[in-house]
């Protein structure tokens, strides 16, 4: 039997011994009773390297809107959040690099979509901060530029820093590499990225993975994400690996 055919039936469930089912069978079906208006979705990814494609997707045939989406970036055109960008679902972006998304431009700058930019660093902490229950900290970076408009001032040994509030999700979609079932996740290389602390920011995690194995298969030093922090789990393969800059040169002659 193949994952997908497993996870056909394995509906979430309580079992006898009081773990909770995570396996639902498709994008759709995890994110049933979850989504409305206005909510607040975290995103794992970067670029297009570890982006939740079916959770995204599904999203978008929803049709959810106003949505506040927190992500490193939107994607890029027709690719990501970029998709739910092309259907005016999202209201609001909190972001740190949207350079590559021309639709993302056109919408910020016609003021159709309300932008929060937030440095790298800066986003990665108050994504981990709101998972770690710290509803906020102070940091250096932004000081004395557009960044820091609004936003408390305190000095610390002689030092100006600005507070940062932590991001908390009405839901974190992820992807990851290989799951157990019961939600412990391994992410391969850089995909870990961004969706490591989004695991712990979302008030319910949904993961999709590429691959499901019995508990007890993965060796417990190299999980990245304990399954406490994932509630809902699809397996989401077979994916395309897309490229976002495909950079060739001529073959030397021989």
């Not at 309580?14 to 773990?19: I, S, V």
């Not at 002689?158 to 009405?170: F, K, P």
């Not at 992820?174 to 079932?181: F, H, L, M, S, T």
């Not at 870990?192 to 007890?216: L, M």
């Amino acid at each position: 039997m193949t994952s997908r055919e497993r996870l056909a039936y394995l509906a979430p469930s309580q079992t006898g011994c009081g773990h909770v089912k995570k396996l639902y069978p498709n994008a759709e079906a995890a994110l049933e009773g979850l989504l409305f208006d206005g909510m607040t979705i975290v995103s794992g990814g970067f670029g297009l390297c570890g982006i939740p494609e079916r959770l995204i997707d599904a999203i978008q045939k929803a049709g959810t809107r106003d949505l506040v989406c927190v992500s490193n970036n939107a994607g890029i055109d027709n690719e990501g959040l970029g998709k739910l960008l092309r259907t005016r679902q999202v209201k609001k972006m909190i972001s740190s690099y949207v350079g590559e998304n021309k639709e993302f431009e056109r919408q910020y700058l016609s003021g159709e979509l309300e932008v929060e930019f937030s440095p790298q660093g800066t986003l990665a902490e108050r994504i981990r901060a709101g998972g770690a229950g710290i509803p906020g900290f102070y940091t250096k970076t932004g000081v004395g530029t557009l960044v820091a408009e609004g936003k408390e001032h305190k000095e610390f040994d002689g030092e100006t820093y600005i507070l940062e509030r932590g991001i908390v999700g009405d839901i974190a979609v992820i992807k990851g590499w290989k799951a157990d079932e019961a939600g412990n996740l391994v992410f391969r290389k850089t995909a870990r990225n961004f969706n490591q602390p989004a695991a712990a920011s979302g008030k319910v995690t949904i993961a999709e993975v590429e691959e499901i194995v019995p508990v007890g298969s993965l060796d417990p030093d190299c999980i990245h994400v304990p399954g406490i922090y994932i509630q809902r789990l699809i397996c989401g393969a077979p994916y395309d690996k897309k490229i976002e800059f495909r950079t060739t040169r001529p073959r030397e002659a021989a």
